[in-house]
């Protein structure tokens, strides 16, 4: 089995921060403007995300548009579950944020127990590629939690709160470039943080102007990053820019 999943370049983060948007505001989409309500909508976005990642983890190697397809609907089902925790169940944006908080390190410790590695470049087994996954669901549940907590809970606005979290990714790759963080950590950090950004920016875009955002609306906002998610997954499956060589899979 090869490496399951890319090589962390500038296509990874563009990816990853439009997939985090289309997760926040494609949830609102099929919550609200389709009327399934966040029961219905978390059945059918959890049902095609148990689909997706069954072709993933069949797959042998890392195959753009199926990687990314579980990506974007993790995104999705990541809201969700903070949504109907807040929203249906009434949990507190401060409680959410320390259950997925806790619930994140677990599955590292977990992870680091089993594995003695939390590198992406070592996803080559389905252990790995399991415990993967599961820190993806809970980084988005996470992110969804503490981006809201940001904009909403503390009243920051979606501008401000995306202007923090952009400052917090580039202090995060300043350690890492100028003072040696170690880069599994940074990345995670990153990964994590890169969340509330998408959330804040893609909330900033869609609500409208009476909420402090540019009016663009779900559907619009979501149909501009899908497509522009859809162009970078062709131009990767044809240039296999983000492949990451056999012999670098090996790696711990």
Avoid: C
């Amino acid at each position: 089995m090869l490496n399951k999943v890319p090589e962390v370049t500038i296509f990874f983060w563009i990816i990853k921060i439009l997939a985090t948007t289309v997760g926040e505001t494609a949830a609102d989409f099929l919550n609200t403007n389709l009327n399934l309500g966040l029961t219905n909508t978390t059945y059918v976005m959890s049902g095609l995300l148990i689909i997706t990642l069954f072709f993933q983890f069949k797959s042998m190697k890392y195959v753009p548009a199926v990687y990314w397809l579980a990506v974007v609907l993790i995104s999705v089902v990541g809201t969700l579950v903070t949504d109907n925790l807040v929203d249906n169940l009434g949990v507190s944006l401060e409680t959410t944020t320390i259950i997925f908080t806790v619930a994140l390190l677990v599955t590292f410790v977990a992870w680091y127990a089993s594995q003695k590695t939390l590198s992406i470049h070592s996803i080559y087994t389905t252990k790995r590629e399991a415990f993967y996954w599961l820190a993806i669901l809970f980084t988005f549940a996470l992110g969804t939690a503490a981006g809201d907590l940001a904009a909403e809970g503390l009243n920051l606005g979606y501008w401000v709160s995306a202007l923090i979290f952009a400052g917090l990714i580039a202090a995060v790759t300043v350690a890492h470039y100028s003072f040696k963080l170690n880069a599994v950590l940074a990345f995670w950090i990153a990964y994590i943080l890169t969340r509330p950004l998408g959330a804040s920016i893609g909330d900033y875009l869609s609500q409208s102007s009476d909420e402090g955002g540019l009016g663009l609306g779900t559907v619009v906002t979501s149909a501009i990053f899908l497509v522009t998610i859809l162009s970078l997954v062709i131009y990767l499956t044809k240039t296999r820019r983000d492949e990451i060589p056999p012999q670098s899979s090996s790696e711990k």
